[in-house]
């Protein structure tokens, strides 16, 4: 009888780190540049923000956006510049970067600052054009794409022990 509970608990506790790593980081908002709003997420799977640096120019918006996350996340510029709010699974917040406002800025996710959940902006000062729009969508999409591919490799182990586990106990 121990040993079933064991193998139940070990089962269920197997198929919850599988459904944990299966969930979405974020609706997917597909590298939706403008020239004037360029969108940050976040990649829960590796807590961090996605894409975790931005250069744009001055008169350019930053939009933090995540929707359906499991844990609660927030955008909070270390010189108090901008601020996402209390840290929530939904955030929709932008700020613009009005002309004089060309700096380097930093900003954290309070609730997951520890584990390095940071960002940084860049922002030019202003000279009448907006950045390359093509070279915005590669560079974002090769980040979401490194960061499925990590979460996919994780999953692929927690999978296999089910199946070997599934294989041995319940034949």
């Known amino acids: 009888m121990i040993k079933s509970i064991k193998s139940k608990f070990f089962l269920t ?11 979405s980081t974020s609706v997917a908002v597909e590298s939706e540049f403008s ?3 360029v969108i940050i997420t976040v990649d829960s799977t590796n807590l961090q923000f996605s894409p975790s640096e931005v250069t744009i120019n001055e008169g ?12 609660d996340h927030n ?5 108090g510049l901008f ?17 004089g406002t060309n700096s380097t800025y930093s900003f954290i996710c309070e609730p997951h600052e520890a ?14 054009t907006a950045p390359s729009e093509t070279n915005q969508t590669a560079d974002v999409m090769h980040v979401t794409n490194e960061s499925s591919n990590l979460m996919y490799g994780f999953l692929a182990i927690p999978t296999l022990a089910i199946i070997v586990f599934v294989s041995r106990y319940f034949k």
């Open 115 to 128: 584990l390095n959940m940071v960002g940084t902006i860049v922002v030019n000062p202003f000279n009448g």
């Open 60 to 71: 350019q918006t930053v939009r933090f956006f995540w929707s359906g996350e499991f844990l």
């Open 75 to 79: 955008a909070i510029d270390s010189n």
């Open 83 to 99: 601020d996402t709010g209390d840290p929530n699974t939904e955030v929709d917040y932008s700020f613009t970067f009005d002309k």
């Open 35 to 37: 020239n004037d709003t």
């Open 13 to 23: 506790l197997m198929l919850g780190i599988c459904f944990l790593g299966f969930q």
